[in-house]
């Protein structure tokens, strides 16, 4: 059977293993201990969580935001001397959530990533901390491995899809703000900021203003084995007011509203993409293709749910949301029968706020951290199993 189609129906378990909105999960406790290498913090929790760390200066602190989360446990009791932590203390964050502040002596970088349970461990949050003074300049970046060991798993591979570009310019606001500049932009952030994350890589579908088929959008994510895919879009809308961002993923039914269905009119443009054409299965009984064709889609569409719903969470805290869930329709640009696949509508070009913050570098910017937040969060909880991330988790599994 396919390889990749293996690994999604993987994913595709994994992801109903999960739900897909997090609540009701507790801190219940936190350890640190330190070795010649870095000051390790684990916090331990009574399920799964979304979170997002960041570091901020003048004072030096490093944020934690734990959506979905509360706190059950006392910090009081770590022993913090010695360890650049002055004090740890936490809030309400948002309306489920949790903010932890660890206020610094020095700047430090940080690496952070969950831990699924394990033995008698159950889930796990890690932060490694690492004093920035003492990190080659050249070494400082999260999750780097020391510079004799070998790589010894592959990326994870991202496309990044920017629509619409040359004889198509997508939706065109006022003053001529066209969405294929826009979305440019924002693809070409999205992939400096994957380039810089140890045990990714990433392609990007045009990294100029020429046009490109639908068709030829999905073969480039086939012919880079992509884990991943992601098209962004920046579209119109008739009703002048609608705004936010949105993300959708491939329906093989019915559109989930009558604005999925729109957009992905929008997006064809020209006909549907035939996907039986995409899999290997010339040389099969017609039936028996079918049937992997669907159990194909399937799987991937569940995996592209689950990715979806975590670059939704991200985007939240970024830019209002137009819908609150992943929405499906029938894109032609995300029918790979075999590669999880997102549309992702940044804002709506048409609405005079979302126009006027999108051509904006510093929103442009936060959109694509937010997009990288959110692919990273998924493969921090489904990591393809030959991949630098599941390696390197496994190897820390043992020690915490």
């Not at 490694?128 to 080659?136: E, F, G, N, T, W």
């Not at 692919?375 to 390197?392: T, V």
């Amino acid at each position: 059977m396919h390889r990749r189609h293996l690994l999604n129906l993987l994913l595709a378990s994994m992801a109903f293993a999960f739900p897909f909105t997090v609540s009701g999960a507790q801190i219940r406790n936190a350890r640190l201990w330190r070795s010649d290498e870095k000051l390790r913090l684990v916090f331990d929790l009574s399920g799964p969580v979304r979170y997002k760390a960041f570091s901020l200066s003048a004072p030096e602190r490093l944020i934690i935001d734990l959506s979905g989360a509360s706190l059950s446990g006392d910090f009081s009791e770590l022993a913090l001397a010695g360890t650049g932590i002055r004090s740890i203390r936490s809030g309400v964050f948002g309306r489920e959530g949790t903010r932890i502040v660890l206020d610094l002596n020095q700047p430090m970088l940080l690496n952070s990533f969950l831990l699924a349970p394990q033995g008698d461990q159950g889930h796990r949050l890690v932060l490694d901390l690492v004093d920035a003074k003492q990190v080659p300049n050249k070494a400082m970046v999260p999750r780097e491995t020391p510079s004799n060991e070998a790589h010894p798993r592959r990326d994870i591979i991202v496309v990044v899809d920017p629509g619409h570009g040359g004889k198509d310019p997508g939706a065109v606001g006022a003053k001529g703000i066209r969405e294929k500049d826009v979305v440019l932009s924002i693809a070409q952030l999205l992939a400096k900021r994957l380039k810089r994350e140890k045990g990714f890589d990433v392609r990007l579908v045009r990294n100029e203003d020429f046009f490109v088929p639908l068709r030829k959008r999905v073969d480039i994510a086939r012919q880079h084995k992509a884990d991943m895919f992601i098209s962004v879009h920046a579209d119109a809308a008739p009703r002048l007011t609608a705004s936010g961002a949105s993300v959708f993923c491939l329906s093989q039914g019915g559109a989930t509203s009558a604005t999925a269905r729109f957009m992905a009119q929008r997006e064809n443009g020209a006909d549907l993409l035939g996907a039986t054409s995409l899999l290997n299965l010339k040389d099969k009984d017609p039936m028996l293709a079918g049937v992997i064709l669907d159990m194909s889609m399937n799987a991937t569409i569940a995996a592209s749910l689950q990715l979806g719903s975590n670059v939704l969470s991200s985007l939240a805290g970024i830019t209002n949301l137009h819908q609150k869930r992943v929405e499906q329709a029938g894109f032609a640009v995300l029918k790979s029968p075999d590669v999880p696949s997102i549309l992702v509508e940044t804002g709506f070009i048409s609405n005079a706020r979302d126009r006027q913050r999108l051509v904006t570098a510093r929103h442009q910017q936060a959109i694509a951290n937010g997009l990288f937040d959110g692919l990273q969060s998924y493969f921090q909880k489904y990591p393809p199993i030959d991949s630098y991330i599941a390696w390197q988790q496994q190897q820390t599994k043992a020690q915490v």
